[in-house]
């Protein structure tokens, strides 16, 4: 998985080099700036809305000043990018850390994938639920970027170990699709989850895991 973590970052680095204007000299300072930007915006998105929220208030937030701020981002818009980017990054850390490549078996590894994938959306509900009604303001050229950078490290991903798990259970499927609509369900936790708070936590992600992989052909072992 490391191999695709590195084309995973590097994808991502790419565009944020393209995209946004950084005039901050300390070129190696960029990246923890836009860290701490994106944790102190997170804070006033999750409070405020996107909407609502000012650049003065991020700047705050992240404690920096107006101007320094101005450096490392344009707008809200880099801003709002940047928190897509950070989304997938903790969520591949989450999935790198349980060792998932350590599964021969594409089924246990499948099984370990959803299990992992629907705590971390069930840990970070309010950042998914900000990226998934916010989104739509991004302008043209980010949402572009977002939407492309989602189809190859997240829906991607999902692709490539149901290809796997077709393969290995010799299951006559549409690849692209499954992993599609795999990729939709799993976000059922971030976007519907305000009316399951009388459900234990553990009960859903046991029931999303099984549904999901019956759906695939599959039952939980």
């Known amino acids: 998985m490391s191999d695709k973590k590195q084309t995973f970052l590097d994808r991502w680095d790419e565009h944020v080099h393209r995209l946004i204007n950084v005039t901050a ?9 836009h860290q701490q930007i994106v944790e102190g915006a997170c804070q006033v998105f999750f409070e405020k809305g996107f909407h609502p929220a000012s650049i003065r208030e991020i700047a ?3 404690g920096m000043s107006m101007g ?3 450096h490392y981002i344009s707008s809200k818009d880099d801003v709002l990018f940047l928190i ?6 903790i969520w591949h850390k989450h999935l790198t850390d349980a060792k998932l490549d350590a599964c021969e078996n594409p089924v246990k590894k499948m099984e370990k994938a959803l299990k992992k994938s629907i705590e971390f959306l069930f840990d970070h509900k309010d950042l998914f639920q900000l990226i998934y009604t916010e ?3 991004l ?4 949402l572009k970027v977002v939407l492309e950078m989602d189809e190859k490290n997240v829906t ?24 599609n609509v795999l990729a939709y369900n799993l976000v059922f936790v971030a976007l519907r989850g305000w009316n399951l708070k009388d459900k234990p936590k553990q009960q859903i992600i046991d029931f999303l895991g099984a549904f999901v992989l019956k ?6 072992s």
Do not use: P, T
């Open 25 to 33: 000299k300390k070129a190696d300072a960029v990246d923890v700036k």
């Open 60 to 62: 705050k937030a992240s």
């Open 68 to 70: 320094q701020m101005y």
């Open 84 to 89: 897509h980017r950070h989304s997938q990054i």
């Open 135 to 137: 989104s739509k303001y």
């Open 139 to 142: 302008s043209s050229e980010h």
């Open 156 to 179: 991607g991903f999902w692709c490539d170990l149901v290809g796997e798990v077709f393969e290995y259970k010799g299951i006559q499927e549409d690849v692209k699709l499954a992993g």
């Open 215 to 220: 759906g695939l052909g599959l039952n939980l």
